[in-house]
């Protein structure tokens, strides 16, 4: 039997990861165990857990301990949403462990990975998948939470502490002087401004290109499913606005005002800036403001 290493820290499982002979040798070694096609494995390179396609069905995802709550995170997300969306996501074939290191074994869906499809969409694609995922957001968030009630962080200390570290953090990482100049003010705002008691909804916090796939079809591009659900938590639903704010929108008007987002609570731009400036992204972003459908 192939053993899994001992690891703490991602750089440690970034390096293990990068011999592709070793993480595929213990992958294939847990399929044969259970029976699963191996014939042609195919190793993900994104993402941050092993990630193997097995063939065109399954996907096995294993997680390094020192993210259990990934895994956690995706095993309750995958139970609590099944068959309650209209976009398809994966669905749990089985669940083990070797070595300390839990592992699921999902469907694997079809289409191919936004951040690949996205660039070359026509902007009316591009404004029609940002509806479809608008629309997506309420329906996740229209689902009860359950046992996701649970996850950790909860939204209050996850907020605050993000508020906490954010000036730091921008800093760190060469935010310009010029975007560094009145972000503590900013940042004061926000802390008034979120809510933190509200009733919590399920958040994804990532419905951005790199966790969704796209088909081509012959009335055009479409979203064909939702992945990676390691990082859900629960908290103010408005949360989710901030990845295709941020990652998808680019400023531009039809995308940002688009019908086909529908309608929500109107928020001042103002309120919006303060929620991304406030979020664990590089850049504050600003001028951006979404609606979603179904609110």
């Not at 820290?9 to 399929?31: H, K, M, T």
């Not at 000036?167 to 972000?183: I, S, T, V, W």
Request: charged residues 25%.
């Amino acid at each position: 039997m192939h053993s899994l290493p001992s690891l703490s820290n991602f750089e440690a499982l970034q390096a293990w990861r990068a011999d592709a002979s070793q993480c595929l040798s213990v992958a294939l070694d847990i399929a044969r165990s259970h029976g699963l096609p191996r014939a042609d494995p195919q190793l993900f390179s994104t993402g941050t857990n092993l990630v193997v396609g097995l063939d065109d069905r399954l996907i096995l995802k294993i997680f390094p301990p020192f993210l259990r709550s990934q895994f956690v995170s995706e095993r309750i997300s995958l139970a609590q949403l099944h068959a309650r969306l209209s976009v398809p996501i994966p669905e749990i074939v089985l669940e083990g462990e070797r070595d300390q290191w839990p592992y699921l074994v999902i469907t694997r869906l079809s289409g191919i990975l936004g951040k690949e499809a996205w660039p070359a969409l026509p902007e009316d694609q591009k404004e029609r998948i940002l509806a479809r995922i608008g629309e997506t957001i309420a329906e996740v968030q229209r689902v009860p939470v359950g046992d996701l009630s649970g996850i950790e962080p909860r939204w209050r200390q996850f907020m605050s502490k993000q508020i906490e570290g954010c000036h730091a953090r921008h800093e760190r990482l060469g935010l310009p002087q010029k975007y560094l100049d009145g972000l503590d003010e900013l940042l004061r705002d926000a802390a008034a401004l979120i809510p933190l008691d509200t009733p919590p909804v399920i958040l994804t916090g990532e419905y951005i290109p790199e966790n969704f796939l796209l088909s081509r079809e012959s009335g055009g591009w479409r979203l064909s499913g939702l992945i990676d659900f390691g990082d859900v938590m629960t908290g103010w639903g408005e949360y989710d606005l901030l990845g295709p704010s941020a990652f998808m929108t680019a400023g531009m008007p039809r995308r940002r005002r688009h019908d086909g987002m529908g309608r929500i609570r109107p928020a001042g731009p103002e309120r919006l800036h303060d929620r991304r400036d406030a979020a664990p992204h590089p850049k504050p972003v600003r001028g951006v403001r979404l609606f979603e459908r179904g609110y």
